[in-house]
C-alpha cells in the first residue's frame, strides 16, 4: 500500500448526540482511508467549524501522512497563532490524521506513538452533576461497588441554573467530602472538580475546612489565567492539584509544569491541539513527574484518542469515562457502532487499526447542530460568575 496519500475533503461535523453537540470532523484521502476527530470546545462548535474551513483551502492536496508537518504548517500559517478555537480545529484534524495514518499502516495509533506500554486504561468515574450530600456518597458507594477506586464529586450546587455562590457552597461541601472520606475508607481515590468557580481565598478556604487526607486531588479550584495565583493557593494547601483541561498548547502548561505547581495534567487531546501537541506535554510532564489525568467529557472519538495516548506514555494515572452517568447519552450506538467499551472501571487497549472507531456518517448528518449555552450564572448580588 502506498505510504503517500493525497487529503481530498475535510468535513465538519457540528452534531447533537446525548444532551450536547460533538464536534466531528471526518478527513478523506484519494485511495479511500479516511479518518475521524474530535474537537473539545464544547458551547462553541460554529467557531470551531469556521476555522477548520479555513484550514481545508490549503490542506486539500496534503499528504495525509505527514502529520508532524501538516500541524506546524495549520499553526504557523496565520500571524495570530494559536487560541482555544483555532486549536480545537487543529487537535480534531491531527486526530483524524492519526486515525488514517493508522488505517494506511494497519496499526493501532499507539504504535503511531511509540508503541503500547499497558494493557488496560484505568478510569475514575464521577458522581454526577445532580448528585449532592447524603445523595452522592451513595453514588460514590454504588460506583466503589463497581470496581472504581478513583472517584470524583462535584460541589454542592454545581447544577444551578441561575445562581451560584461560593461561600454557600464550600461548607456544605467540604461537610459532604469530611463525611464521604469516613464512610469509604482510606483505600479509596477522592477527588473533587470545582470548575474554577472559587478564588484564591474561597478555594484556600475550602481546603481548610477539609480533613486532612481526605481529597487525593482537587480539580480546577480557580481559573488558570493566571499562574503566580495557583502559586499562591500552593503555599496554602498540600493538596494534589488537577488543572489544564482548558490549556490549548504545551504554552499555556509551561509555567504549571516547570514550576511545579499542580501534580495532575487535566490535558484533553481535542483542545491541546492533538496527540502531536499532547505527546510533547506529556513528555515534558513526565520530566517533572506530573502525571496525566486526561480531560475527557464527551464523544468516543475523544476517548478513543485519549485511550491510545494512555496506552503509549509511562506518566498515566486514570482517564475521566462519563459511561456510568447514562443520561448524558454521548456514546450512543446510533452514531458510534464501534466504539471503545469499559470493562468493569477499565477501557481495554485494542489493536483496530487507527483510532479503532466508526461513526455513522449517515446518522450525523441526519441529526442537527443544536444551540446550547452554558448556564450564565451569578451571585445573589446580580455579578457574574464562572459556570
Given at each position: ?11 465538519p461535523?457540528p452534531?447533537?448526540v ?12 484519494d ?8 474537537s473539545?470546545l ?10 477548520i474551513?479555513?484550514?481545508r ?20 500559517s ?15 484534524i491531527?486526530?483524524?490524521?492519526h ?6 499502516l494497519?496499526?493501532p495509533?499507539?504504535?503511531?506513538l511509540?508503541?503500547k ?17 447524603d ?10 461497588a ?6 470524583r464529586?462535584?460541589p ?11 461561600r ?6 467540604a461537610?459532604m ?12 481515590v477522592?477527588g473533587i ?14 481546603c481548610?475546612?477539609?480533613?486532612r487526607?481526605?481529597?487525593?486531588f ?7 489565567e ?23 498548547s504545551?504554552?499555556?502548561?509551561l ?11 487535566r ?8 496527540l502531536t ?14 502525571d ?8 468516543p472519538?475523544c476517548t ?19 459511561v456510568?452517568?447514562t ?7 446510533d ?6 467499551r469499559l470493562v ?25 447542530f443544536?444551540?446550547w449555552?452554558a448556564?450564565?450564572?451569578k ?6 460568575t464562572?459556570?
Amino acid at each position: 500500500m502506498t505510504t503517500k496519500l493525497k487529503i481530498t475533503a475535510i468535513k465538519p461535523y457540528p452534531v447533537w448526540v446525548g444532551t450536547r453537540n460533538q464536534m466531528l470532523v471526518k478527513v478523506e484521502t484519494d485511495n479511500g482511508i479516511f479518518g475521524w476527530g474530535e474537537s473539545g470546545l464544547s458551547g462553541r462548535e460554529k467557531a470551531v467549524a469556521g476555522a477548520i474551513e479555513h484550514y481545508r483551502e490549503f490542506l486539500i492536496g496534503r499528504d495525509a501522512m505527514q502529520i508532524g508537518r501538516i500541524w506546524q504548517e495549520v499553526y504557523r500559517s496565520q500571524y495570530f497563532e494559536g487560541g482555544r478555537v483555532l486549536q480545537a480545529a487543529i487537535s480534531a484534524i491531527d486526530i483524524a490524521l492519526h486515525d488514517i495514518k493508522g488505517k494506511a499502516l494497519g496499526v493501532p495509533a499507539y504504535d503511531l506513538l511509540g508503541g503500547k506500554q499497558r494493557d488496560r486504561i484505568p478510569t475514575f468515574a464521577s458522581t454526577g452533576d445532580e448528585a449532592e450530600g447524603d445523595v452522592a456518597i451513595e453514588r460514590a458507594r454504588e460506583l466503589r461497588a463497581q470496581g472504581w477506586q478513583t472517584i470524583r464529586f462535584f460541589p454542592i450546587g454545581q447544577n444551578s441554573k441561575d445562581i451560584f455562590e461560593p461561600r454557600e457552597s464550600i461548607g456544605a461541601t467540604a461537610s459532604m467530602l469530611n463525611k464521604a472520606r469516613e464512610e469509604l475508607g482510606d483505600d479509596v481515590v477522592l477527588g473533587i472538580d470545582y470548575h474554577h468557580r472559587l478564588s484564591v481565598a474561597e478555594a484556600a478556604s475550602f481546603c481548610n475546612k477539609l480533613g486532612r487526607g481526605v481529597l487525593d486531588f482537587l480539580e480546577e479550584p480557580i481559573r488558570d489565567e493566571t499562574p503566580e495565583a495557583y502559586e499562591s493557593l500552593r503555599t496554602m494547601t498540600d493538596i494534589p492539584f488537577a488543572i489544564g483541561e482548558e490549556f490549548a498548547s504545551k504554552w499555556q502548561f509551561l509555567p504549571y509544569i516547570e514550576r511545579g505547581i499542580h501534580q495532575f495534567n487535566r490535558l484533553d487531546v481535542c483542545n491541546v491541539g492533538g496527540l502531536t501537541e499532547a505527546m510533547k506535554v506529556a513528555g515534558w510532564s513526565e520530566a517533572h513527574y506530573v502525571d496525566l489525568m486526561p480531560h475527557n467529557p464527551l464523544g468516543p472519538v475523544c476517548t478513543a484518542a485519549t485511550i491510545h495516548l494512555a496506552a503509549a506514555v509511562p506518566n498515566f494515572a486514570w482517564l475521566e469515562t462519563r459511561v456510568p452517568e447514562t443520561k448524558l447519552g454521548f456514546d450512543n450506538s446510533d452514531f458510534f457502532p464501534v466504539q471503545p467499551r469499559l470493562v468493569g472501571p477499565d477501557y481495554p487497549v485494542r489493536d483496530l487499526p487507527g483510532l479503532g472507531v466508526e461513526v455513522n456518517e449517515e446518522a450525523v448528518k441526519a441529526e442537527s447542530f443544536r444551540f446550547w449555552e452554558a448556564p450564565h450564572l451569578k451571585r445573589r448580588d446580580g455579578s457574574v460568575t464562572n459556570w
